[in-house]
T-cell receptor
Framework: KQEVTQIPAALSVPEGENLVLNCSFTDSAIYNLQWFRQDPGKGLTSLLLIQSSQREQTSGRLNASLDKSSGRSTLYIAASQPGDSATYLCAVGQGGSQGNLIFGKGTKLSVKP | DAGVIQSPRHEVTEMGQEVTLRCKPISGHNSLFWYRQTMMRGLELLIYFNNNVPIDDSGMPEDRFSAKMPNASFSTLKIQPSEPRDSAVYFC??????????????FGPGTRLTVL
């Protein structure tokens, strides 16, 4: 059974710092991996999707990497801003007859001005 | 596009009552997912439809839960009878599915359910 773990559970950094969020998964037979952002009381916003054949994806100040063989993904946020404060969720996509995502419990990020 | 639409946004009901949650996926998407989020368990898949057909309902907790997708633009999740432990935020998400691969999932704002 696929399990997704995110460490740390919470992170507090000063504004302007570069930071890395970690995600690990137990079964490397994945089809894609998706990073989401969730603001308090809100739904999830997709940030980046990495297909299993890719090693990284970039969007603005965000860069996500994928190492299937080691069961790891990282989300790199450059020059963090207070507006980046949210919970970041990693989700592994299963394929074949399945299409659902298996989620980690998230990393709650606080960027202090 | 208006994104995934869910209603109601908040629902407070008493134990034993029937609850119906509604979802309208993004037009053109052929996969629809119902998830439940709690502090203890995080986000969990309840059921997944592809082309209006239920593909995986292994996450539905028990017979009190049922989901339907009568057409490509509407789905419901029903709980009957509701119990306090069903209190959670229920999310609907949709995506395109091509050649066995699922594209980015887009989430609705969720329905916060409180069962007293």
């Amino acid at each position: 059974k696929q399990e997704v773990t995110q460490i740390p559970a919470a992170l507090s950094v000063p504004e302007g710092e570069n930071l890395v969020l970690n995600c690990s998964f137990t079964d490397s037979a994945i089809y894609n991996l998706q990073w989401f952002r969730q603001d308090p009381g809100k739904g999830l916003t997709s940030l980046l999707l990495i297909q299993s054949s890719q090693r990284e994806q970039t969007s603005g100040r965000l860069n996500a990497s994928l190492d299937k063989s080691s069961g790891r993904s990282t989300l790199y946020i450059a020059a963090s801003q207070p507006g980046d404060s949210a919970t970041y969720l990693c989700a592994v996509g299963q394929g074949g007859s399945q299409g659902n995502l298996i989620f980690g419990k998230g990393t709650k990020l606080s960027v202090k001005p | 596009d208006a994104g995934v639409i869910q209603s109601p946004r908040h629902e407070v009901t008493e134990m034993g009552q029937e609850v119906t949650l509604r979802c309208k996926p993004i037009s053109g998407h052929n996969s629809l997912f119902w998830y439940r989020q709690t502090m203890m368990r995080g986000l969990e898949l309840l059921i997944y439809f592809n082309n209006n057909v239920p593909i995986d309902d292994s996450g539905m907790p028990e017979d009190r839960f049922s989901a339907k997708m009568p057409n490509a633009s509407f789905s419901t999740l029903k709980i009957q009878p509701s119990e306090p432990r069903d209190s959670a935020v229920y999310f609907c998400a949709s995506s395109s599915r091509r050649g066995g691969l699922t594209d980015t999932q887009y989430f609705g704002p969720g329905t916060r359910l409180t069962v007293l």
